[in-house]
């Protein structure tokens, strides 16, 4: 469980584009499930799109305000819901106890790679029929481990960036590392030294398997910062934030020039 509903993204600094619009989607998946989505858009777009993938409640605040900086940057961005198969397409209706784990925990463990798989596909769908000539996924937590994933071939992305991604098997599907060999889109991905969810010999293992698999990529872990230090509250960690959002924009302006690293 990464942010709370009050909770917002780093500010960023830097010259902006103008936004030109905000709005919910109501997009549908391969199997006829409709699930909510958000669409920020600039005036000027800069031809790369972002498939913005949330933590494990799904899409909040938090993201639709990620969407509307990436678009201020140029970026079209696009957030999707995971839970429209249990909980709906609208998830303005949704309790507040909806995003605590007990009343979370049974539409989170419904959720199957397949499903997930055709939801991810249909955001991308719906940037493409946009004009966007490539798209990035970008995730945090649950959502990054699901960036993670999508660097496989046929999602057909140009690259993927993950905030704390849990990277290895969970109740007995296979996680990126696992799926390393099949991985080939660049991958950045940033992580808390102190994160307790992910040990960094976690961290070290996935890293090893991607450069086995010649899967080019950027690992970015920042000494003492905790599971969710992209937040605008956590104060302490503001040179973490910062640091990774410059780095994140670098990634979504030269996409192909990311070489394997650590």
């Known amino acids: 469980m990464c942010y709370d509903p009050d909770a917002a993204p780093p500010a960023l600094s830097g010259a902006l584009w103008s936004l030109a619009e905000t709005t919910p989607l109501t997009l549908s998946s391969a199997d006829g499930t409709e699930f909510a989505a958000f669409l920020a858009r600039p005036e000027v777009a800069t031809g790369l799109g972002v498939l913005v993938l949330p933590d494990n409640k799904g899409l909040s605040g938090f993201y639709r305000q990620i969407a509307a900086r990436l678009a201020e940057q140029g970026h079209p961005a696009l957030v999707i819901d995971y839970y429209g198969r249990t909980a709906g397409a609208d998830p303005e209706i949704r309790s507040v106890e909806f995003g605590e784990l007990p009343q979370l925990l049974p539409h989170l463990l419904a959720l199957t790679p397949e499903a997930l798989d055709s939801d991810l596909t249909a955001g991308i769908n719906q940037l493409r029929d946009l004009g966007v000539a490539e798209v990035v996924a970008l995730g945090f937590c649950f959502g990054g481990r699901q960036a993670f994933r999508a660097a496989a071939p046929h999602f057909g992305l140009t690259g993927a960036v993950g905030f704390y991604g849990y990277p290895d098997a ?61 937040e605008e509250s956590a104060i302490e960690h503001s040179d973490a934030a910062r640091d990774s959002w410059q780095r994140l924009l670098a990634f979504l302006a030269r996409p192909h020039c990311n070489n394997s690293s650590r």
Not at 204 to 219: M, N, Q, V, Y
């Open 170 to 230: 969970l109740n007995g599907a296979p996680g990126p590392i696992q799926l390393a060999p099949g991985l080939t889109a660049p991958i950045l991905a940033f992580w808390g030294g102190a994160d307790e969810h992910i040990p960094l010999a976690t961290v070290d293992t996935f890293d090893a398997a991607l450069s086995t698999a010649g899967c080019p990529h950027e690992f970015v872990t920042y000494p003492g910062a905790p599971h969710n230090f992209f």
